[in-house]
């Protein structure tokens, strides 16, 4: 029997869903063990990885529109979350002491940065399809942790609401997204284009470089 792109895709993020020690900074900063360094340094990694997916999703969308056009506006509808974002993670910033000048004089951690660069290495040349299988399947993760993160904020950092809105953004649901998921996936299969194993290697890796994200940041 032939799956619907909804049932791949519940399939998919069942299949990557994360390790409950997949996140070690979540817990620190869950119970305000975080200090405000840490908090800092995340903010500075965001900023960075804000601007590389959001080229990243610009030209993943040119690609999908020249030869898979149900892809794309998935992937429109990412690179303007991200400039959505990217204007929200100021508050953050500046709640954890972080100025103009020292976000300009961030250096960012390579376990950090693997993310963003495998993202980048998808753009290049995944099939789009695929890619926003593997993607809706991270995100899913991620937005627990912002739900986590901005309630953490709040409960033990009497962190304002302006500055817990970057996080608040990715933590709401999206059903206009997930709706461009569907549509995209359910086209890659009607074509044939959408190879199961493929986006579970993307999406595994995608979720270990997650991982390493969080590791990193959690080190002393």
């Not at 399939?11 to 908090?39: K, Y």
């Not at 991270?138 to 309630?151: D, E, P």
């Amino acid at each position: 029997m032939t799956r619907t792109a909804g049932e791949v895709l519940e399939a998919m993020t069942a299949r990557l869903a994360p390790e409950p020690d997949a996140n070690p900074l979540l817990p620190l900063v869950a119970s305000g063990a975080a200090g405000l360094g840490t908090l800092a340094a995340l903010a500075g990694e965001q900023r960075l990885v804000i601007a590389a997916d959001l080229l990243s999703f610009r030209h993943l969308a040119g690609r999908a529109a020249a030869g898979e056009p149900t892809s794309a506006p998935f992937f429109e509808m990412l690179a303007e979350g991200e400039a959505v974002a990217a204007g929200r993670l100021g508050a953050f910033a500046e709640a954890c002491g972080v100025d103009e000048q020292r976000a300009a004089a961030y250096a960012p951690l390579p376990g950090c940065q693997a993310y963003p660069s495998y993202v980048a290495r998808l753009a290049l040349g995944a099939s789009p399809a695929d890619v926003v299988l593997a993607l809706s399947a991270n995100f899913a993760s991620w937005g627990g942790y912002c739900a986590v993160i901005a309630k953490s904020l709040r409960d033990h950092y009497a962190f304002t609401d302006e500055a817990c809105g970057f996080f608040d953004f990715f933590a709401e649901p999206a059903p206009e997204l997930e709706e461009r998921a569907r549509a995209a996936v359910q086209a890659g299969l009607d074509a044939g284009r959408i190879d199961e194993e493929t986006a579970h290697g993307h999406g595994r890796l995608l979720q270990s470089y997650e991982s390493m994200f969080w590791t990193t940041l959690a080190r002393p």
